[in-house]
């Protein structure tokens, strides 16, 4: 019987603790194909119902928990078949992109006419909603439902489960909203829903262009950088702008009190630029940003708020930027590193990629094509061929250590089956396993063995000391009697 993977840790902590529960939630999702951030949601809720302190509180933690295991527990069957591998293959996948980039096309088109029909002095309401672009965006759509039409067929209910369920919710907003768009702009009735609504409708529509990112995985990896940093982005902003309200309040108060020394010439500029603290923010703002050269501001402001200017300009450019960039840097850095499973599979892959090529390698130095090699046949083979031995090297083989390498495989070879040669997939094994820093369990091995040396070592002492004294008992009494 296996072990869980949390096996020895979940043993340290009682089920009813919130780190058991944490640990049991993480083994019992842990082979389900979910969404990495609902689990991990899940076991957060899990700690907060156990730290909630109010009962209210604590049973609606209990309630999205439930709900949570439920989503998590979801898993779908196993689809197979033609139509199933059309949907999912790379062939539909650029159909799709081709029908985005046509619609974005047509999109611009669209917008151009329209924005030419807005300031034409004889604009007809009716004959832009009877124009050719409401006709495309009529196939567009009925292209899009039919796409939409086949993921549900393929997927069923869990086309709103899996792990794609948000970007697929988005996809079926998208399409929704671009039916409807079409119907109201065919029968004519923007004016009685309100511009506001058919402003988000062209927003939501516009939205659109992403699905033709996701794609492209190194595209998409870009987006959801971006759109990962909106957090880092909403506290730098937090950031600046008490930087600004803090700088604009000493900058005010300091034309207050200077009021009287400042040139009467200089009022309008100062009122314009410095009148309130909401003016002299944007003017910070404008300052760092090269809206505005600042050079300007301290020809109208008093010397202190001229000196807080340039020591506010100094710490954005040489410290606050440059601490903004190293924490999106850190971010992005943290995106880009695969998570565990997933360098593990890398790791795999590169070391048989390794392996094969240390096989082919060796094979060319089987002149006899026994399946065995020797270190006196890849020596000579080595010798003569210097790009074997680059190869070799940057493999981590070193020609100097072959030797003392073939010494320690025949020396593990059962006895009556020492030779001078060894097995080419036995040579390769061995080499992977010696190859990089020693692994954890290896010394732990290696200081179980040792141990193990030194206590028979030391029972062979004791039994060869009782030994010893008995034969000198032995030797006594003969004595004796003689």
């Known amino acids: 019987m296996q072990t869980s993977k949390f ?44 730290e909630a302190s109010i009962s209210m509180a604590r049973a609606a933690f209990k309630r999205l928990g439930v709900a949570l295991d439920w989503w998590i527990s979801m898993e779908e069957p196993v689809r197979s078949g033609p139509f199933f591998a059309f949907v999912h293959s790379r062939k539909f996948d650029m159909i799709v992109a081709c029908l985005i980039i046509a619609n974005s096309v047509t999109m611009t088109l669209a917008a151009d006419h329209n924005i030419a029909m807005t300031f034409a002095a004889d604009q007809d309401m009716t004959t832009r909603a009877h124009s050719p672009f409401v006709y495309a965006e009529w196939c567009f759509v009925c292209l899009y439902l039919l796409e939409l039409v086949a993921k549900l067929y393929v997927h069923g209910v869990w086309f709103f489960f899996n792990e794609d369920a948000l970007w697929n919710i988005v996809d079926c907003i998208l ?78 108060q300091d034309i207050i009190a200077s009021r009287e020394q400042l040139d009467s010439d200089l009022d309008r500029d100062i009122s314009d630029n410095f009148g309130s603290v909401q003016k002299a923010m944007i003017s910070l703002f404008k300052a760092i940003s ?50 565990a499973l997933t360098q593990a599979s890398i790791d795999q892959a590169k070391l048989l990629k390794e392996s094969e090529e240390l096989r ?67 040579f390769v094994e061995a080499f992977m396993r010696m190859k990089g820093a020693a692994k954890i369990v290896t010394h732990e091995t290696l200081l179980m063995e040792t141990r193990a040396l030194f206590q028979m070592q030391a029972r062979n002492n004791l039994y060869m000391k009782n030994w010893q004294s008995h034969v000198n008992q032995k030797l006594d009494k003969l004595s004796h009697h003689q």
């Open 175 to 252: 399409v929704v909203s671009s039916l409807y768009d079409a119907i109201v702009q065919f029968l004519a009735i923007g004016d009685k829903l309100g511009l506001l609504n058919l402003r988000i409708l062209r927003l939501i529509r516009v939205f659109r262009v992403l699905r033709l990112l996701r794609l492209f995985s190194e595209a998409w990896l870009l987006v959801k950088t971006v759109i990962s940093s909106f957090l880092n982005l909403f506290w730098s902003m937090l950031l600046l702008l008490f930087m600004f309200y803090v700088f604009a309040m000493i900058i005010i």
């Open 360 to 426: 082919q390698l060796i094979k060319q130095a089987d002149h006899d094509k026994n399946g065995c090699i020797s270190a006196k046949e890849l020596r000579e083979t080595v010798e003569f061929d210097d790009d074997m031995k680059i190869q070799l090297r940057s493999l981590g083989l070193e020609v100097e250590d072959l030797q003392k390498f073939f010494d320690l495989l025949v020396e593990h070879l059962p006895d009556g089956n020492k030779r001078n040669d060894v097995e080419i997939d036995r």
């Open 7 to 50: 096996g020895k840790s979940a043993t340290r902590f009682s089920e009813d603790s919130p780190m058991g529960r944490r640990l049991s939630i993480s083994h019992r999702h842990l082979t389900k194909p979910v969404n990495a951030s609902v689990r991990n949601f899940r076991m957060d809720v899990a700690l907060l119902e156990d």
């Open 290 to 339: 090269t809206g505005e050269v600042w050079n300007t501001y301290l020809q109208v402001l008093p010397p202190l708020s001229a000196c807080m200017l340039v020591f506010f300009v100094c710490l954005f450019q040489l410290q606050i930027a440059n601490i903004l960039t190293a924490i999106v840097v850190q971010h992005t850095q943290r995106i880009f590193t695969p998570d």
